[in-house]
C-alpha cells in the first residue's frame, strides 16, 4: 500500500520553510550591506543552495517511508491470513526496532493461531470419543430397559438385568470422569500441586483402595518402599495413576491364589523410581508402543468393561508432574510399569 501524502506534507514544509528562510536572509543582507547587485544574488544562491539539500533530505525521507509502507504490507498480508508475512531484510536503528516488534508479533500471532487450532482439534476429538465410547452402554441400557418393560419376566432375571445396566452405568461414569481429568490435564487446566512428599502414605492409600478387588480375586499385593523415601509429586493425583496401574496389573494377572504384584519405590539423589509389576499374561511387543494411547486394548478378553482409558490417563498424570513412565513385559511371565520422578524441585533449580 502506497501513499505519497507523507511527502507532499514535507516537500510542502520544507519550500516554505526554505522560502521563508531566504526572505528573512535576503532582508537581513540588504540591511547590513544595502540592495546592491551582490545582495540580490544572495536570495538565488540560498534558492540554488535549498534544492540542492532537497535532494538528500527528499531520498532519506522517501526511504523511511517506504519501509513504513513496506511492514504496512507484511500487516496487509497477515490480516488476510497469509502464511508467508515475513520481514524480507534486518534493519537497523528505530525502524529496525519496529520491524523487530513486528515480527515478534506476527510469531505470537501464528502461535496463537497453531494453539487455538489444536485445542480446537483436541476437543473436536475429545467429544467424538466420548461419543463413540458412551454408544455401546447406552445402547445396552435401552435393551435393558425394554426387557424390564416386559411384566412376564422373571424377578431373578430382572435383577440380573439391573445389575448389568448398574453395570453400564458405573462404566459411562468411569468413563466420563477420566475423559475429563485426562482433557483438563492435557489443556493444562489443572494446576499439580506438587511437594516434596512421602511415598509411604501414598502407596498404603492405593492398597487400601485396591483391597476389594484384589480380594476377590485371591491376589496379593506386595509393597517394598521406606518411610524416607519421597518423591516431588501430587500426592492425590500420584494416587490415582498408581491405582490405575495396580488394576491393571489385577486384570492381567488372573484370579487365584499365588497371583502377586508389587510396588516397589526407591529413590536417589536425584529421581525416585516406582515400579508396579505382576506376574501376569504379559504384553506383545507389537502392543508395547501403543499401550498408553487412549482407547487401547492390548487383549479385548481381559476385563470386557475396560474402556482403555486408565493407562493414558496415567501417562498424563505423570507427564504432567514432569515425570515419565515406560513399560516393559514378557509374554506369560509379567509386566512392569517403571515411574520416574523428581526427588525434590529440580525444575526451578
Known sequence: MHSD??????????????????????????????????????????????????????????????NVEEISE????????EENAVLSELKEGSVGILYSNF??????????KTREQKEKEFLKNLISDISHQLKTPLASLTVFVDLLMDEKLPPEEQKQILKEAESQLSRMEWLVLSMLKQARIEAGVIDFHEEEFPLLPVISQVQESVQYL????????????????KAFCDPEWLT?????????????????????????????????????????????????????????RADHNVNPN??????SLTKSIIDGMNGSISVQSEIQKGTEFIIILPCSNLTKL
Not at 501524502?5 to 516554505?16: A, G, Q, V
Not at 515480527?103 to 496463537?112: H, L, N, S
Not at 508396579?276 to 494411547?293: A, Y
Open 214 to 229: 484384589l480380594g476377590n480375586r485371591s491376589q496379593e499385593l506386595i509393597i517394598t518402599c521406606k518411610e524416607q523415601t
Open 103 to 112: 515480527d515478534k508479533m506476527v510469531q505470537m500471532f501464528r502461535e496463537g
Open 306 to 311: 475396560s474402556v482403555g482409558i486408565g493407562l
Open 5 to 66: 501524502y507523507e511527502r507532499n506534507r514535507f516537500i510542502k514544509k520544507y519550500w516554505i520553510v526554505a522560502a521563508v528562510s531566504i526572505a528573512v536572509l535576503t532582508v537581513f543582507g540588504i540591511v547590513l550591506f544595502g540592495a546592491g547587485l551582490k545582495t540580490l544574488l544572495i536570495p538565488l544562491l540560498l534558492f540554488l543552495l535549498a534544492g540542492v539539500l532537497f535532494i538528500p533530505c527528499y531520498k532519506e525521507i522517501d526511504r523511511t517511508y517506504q
Open 240 to 296: 490415582e495413576a498408581l491405582i490405575n496401574l495396580v488394576k491393571n496389573a489385577s486384570d492381567y494377572s488372573g484370579s487365584g491364589e499365588g497371583k502377586r504384584i508389587w510396588i516397589d519405590a526407591s529413590m536417589t539423589d536425584i529421581y525416585t523410581r516406582i515400579s508396579v509389576r505382576d506376574e501376569g499374561i504379559g504384553i506383545e511387543e507389537k502392543d508395547l508402543h501403543h499401550i498408553f494411547t487412549r482407547f487401547y
Open 74 to 81: 507484511h500487516m496487509g498480508a497477515l490480516l488476510e491470513n
